[in-house]
């Protein structure tokens, strides 16, 4: 299969322009790039999906320019609703680096990455409007989607500008770098045309650019920040276990999407996936797949295998395989309970409030409700012992709590 038909297959081509826009994917090596804005300083799982597409396309030979907007970070594309909040100069360079140091993993230091502060910092405002301003028609620039939907509500003169400073950022690196296609997500599409714009009416040539649909959660929503349901790709944010968890969990309805963009198994393993998952759904065969390729390509394979252990460790809720350290990173959001001295399981249950009586207590232990290490407990003289510094005790199907022996 070729570029564009797998891309095709996979459902990540939605707007596009060029009419030989395949030739140019199943052609010669072209040079593209993809761009974000330095909002954070850890990319999250709504910019990966972005990104294994522009991995795909340097993995069939295209060489990829990754731009970390350092000047258009410092203005801030227009949001549906709001304004973006500005943020100070040292908080977009840290973030910078943050965003570097991850398109580089990903890439294999394989890709180009530019800023383009870089290209702009010394830009005069007269210069700008005059070499860029000038092509640009206002009406153009208010049929924007995005500034359309502003119009309401209000926008500022910068919000307004941004289209302009992205447009450039295409027309510089079409000069600068012979780069000929821009690749984003679909919310971009009305920016990456200004930047068709600009070349065409200054440099009398044609762009490329072809937009991926924004990936949604089961529910509708956006993998953003935003949408307060983000995945950080740094660990010390959201760690690999958690990614793992996250999609292992993917709906049914979903997961096939998921596979087709967020891996890169090729399309006859992804059928036969897919074909076992539906004889045997309890298997959940197509959401382990996903959970482990996405964090092996955005980890590592032996942080995937450690996501694999951990899941089997809480499956059975015997944590006694993990490390300490494993153990404080996936329990870290479950409440915990200091013991400093060995106590029965019931006045363990009582004195932390996990039930709200010793009767109550009773009647858990009575009706399988409680399990400790894994053990349903049903003597209520069962005593939690100093013999190991971390036990687990599970109320029901999903309540945890995590026992620290004080020694």
């Given at each position: 299969?070729?570029?564009?038909?797998?891309?095709?297959?996979?459902?990540?081509i939605?707007d596009?322009?060029g009419e030989d826009?395949?030739?140019?994917?199943d052609?010669?090596?072209?040079t593209?790039?993809w761009?974000?804005?330095p909002t954070?300083d850890s990319l999250h799982i709504?910019?990966?999906s972005?990104l294994?597409t522009?991995k795909?396309l340097?993995?069939?030979?295209?060489h990829?320019i990754?731009?970390?907007?350092g000047a258009?970070g410092r203005?801030g594309?227009?949001r549906?609703?709001s304004?973006r909040?500005?943020?100070?100069?040292q908080t977009?360079?840290?973030?910078i680096?943050g965003?570097?140091?991850?398109i580089?993993?990903?890439f294999?230091?394989k890709?180009?990455?530019?800023?383009n502060y870089n290209?702009t910092?010394?830009?005069?405002?007269i210069e700008?409007l005059?070499?860029?301003?000038?092509?640009?028609?206002?009406?153009?620039?208010?049929?924007?989607?995005?500034?359309?939907?502003r119009?309401?509500t209000?926008?500022?003169f910068?919000?307004?500008?941004?289209?302009l400073?992205?447009g450039?950022?295409?027309?510089?690196?079409?000069?600068?770098?012979?780069?000929?296609?821009?690749v984003e997500?679909?919310d971009?599409?009305?920016n990456?045309?200004?930047?068709?714009?600009?070349?065409?009416?200054k440099l009398g040539?044609e762009?490329?650019?072809f937009?991926?649909p924004?990936i949604?959660d089961?529910?509708g929503?956006?993998?953003?920040?935003?949408?307060?349901?983000?995945?950080?790709?740094?660990?010390q944010?959201?760690s690999p276990?958690?990614i793992y968890?996250?999609?292992?969990?993917?709906d049914d309805s979903k997961?096939?999407?998921y596979l087709k963009?967020?891996?890169?198994?090729p399309r006859?393993?992804i059928e036969k996936?897919m074909?076992?998952?539906?004889?045997?759904p309890?298997k959940?065969?197509?959401q382990?797949t996903?959970a482990?390729?996405?964090?092996?390509d955005?980890?590592s394979?032996?942080?995937?295998?450690?996501a694999i252990?951990v899941?089997e460790a809480?499956f059975t809720?015997d944590?006694k395989q993990l490390?300490?350290q494993?153990?404080e990173?996936?329990f870290a959001?479950i409440p915990s309970?200091?013991?400093?001295n060995e106590?029965t399981?019931?006045?363990?249950l009582v004195?932390?409030?996990?039930?709200?009586?010793?009767?109550?207590?009773?009647e858990?232990?009575?009706?399988?409700?409680?399990?400790?290490d894994?053990?349903?407990?049903?003597d209520?003289?069962i005593t939690?012992?100093?013999?190991?510094k971390?036990?687990l005790i599970r109320k029901?199907?999903?309540?945890?709590?995590?026992?620290?022996?004080?020694?």
């Amino acid at each position: 299969m070729n570029l564009y038909e797998d891309l095709i297959w996979r459902g990540l081509i939605k707007d596009v322009a060029g009419e030989d826009l395949k030739d140019k994917l199943d052609g010669k090596p072209i040079t593209f790039y993809w761009g974000t804005d330095p909002t954070a300083d850890s990319l999250h799982i709504g910019h990966y999906s972005s990104l294994v597409t522009a991995k795909r396309l340097a993995n069939y030979g295209h060489h990829p320019i990754l731009l970390c907007g350092g000047a258009t970070g410092r203005i801030g594309d227009p949001r549906p609703t709001s304004e973006r909040e500005i943020l100070d100069y040292q908080t977009i360079e840290n973030n910078i680096k943050g965003i570097r140091k991850q398109i580089d993993k990903l890439f294999e230091s394989k890709a180009e990455i530019v800023d383009n502060y870089n290209w702009t910092k010394n830009y005069t405002l007269i210069e700008f409007l005059r070499d860029i301003g000038k092509y640009i028609n206002v009406n153009y620039m208010i049929n924007k989607d995005i500034i359309a939907r502003r119009l309401e509500t209000g926008i500022t003169f910068a919000e307004f500008s941004y289209t302009l400073l992205q447009g450039y950022d295409f027309l510089h690196l079409y000069q600068e770098k012979n780069c000929i296609m821009q690749v984003e997500g679909s919310d971009q599409w009305g920016n990456i045309t200004t930047g068709i714009e600009l070349i065409k009416k200054k440099l009398g040539k044609e762009a490329y650019a072809f937009t991926m649909p924004l990936i949604l959660d089961a529910n509708g929503n956006k993998f953003g920040k935003s949408e307060g349901n983000a995945l950080w790709l740094d660990k010390q944010k959201t760690s690999p276990y958690e990614i793992y968890q996250y999609l292992i969990n993917s709906d049914d309805s979903k997961v096939l999407e998921y596979l087709k963009v967020f891996t890169f198994l090729p399309r006859e393993e992804i059928e036969k996936i897919m074909c076992e998952h539906e004889k045997h759904p309890e298997k959940r065969i197509a959401q382990k797949t996903l959970a482990y390729e996405v964090v092996k390509d955005i980890h590592s394979k032996e942080e995937a295998d450690r996501a694999i252990r951990v899941s089997e460790a809480l499956f059975t809720d015997d944590i006694k395989q993990l490390t300490e350290q494993e153990i404080e990173e996936v329990f870290a959001n479950i409440p915990s309970i200091i013991l400093d001295n060995e106590d029965t399981i019931l006045n363990v249950l009582v004195f932390n409030k996990i039930a709200a009586s010793r009767r109550e207590a009773r009647e858990f232990l009575n009706n399988n409700a409680i399990s400790l290490d894994g053990t349903l407990i049903n003597d209520e003289n069962i005593t939690i012992k100093n013999n190991s510094k971390y036990h687990l005790i599970r109320k029901g199907k999903k309540k945890y709590y995590l026992i620290k022996i004080r020694f």
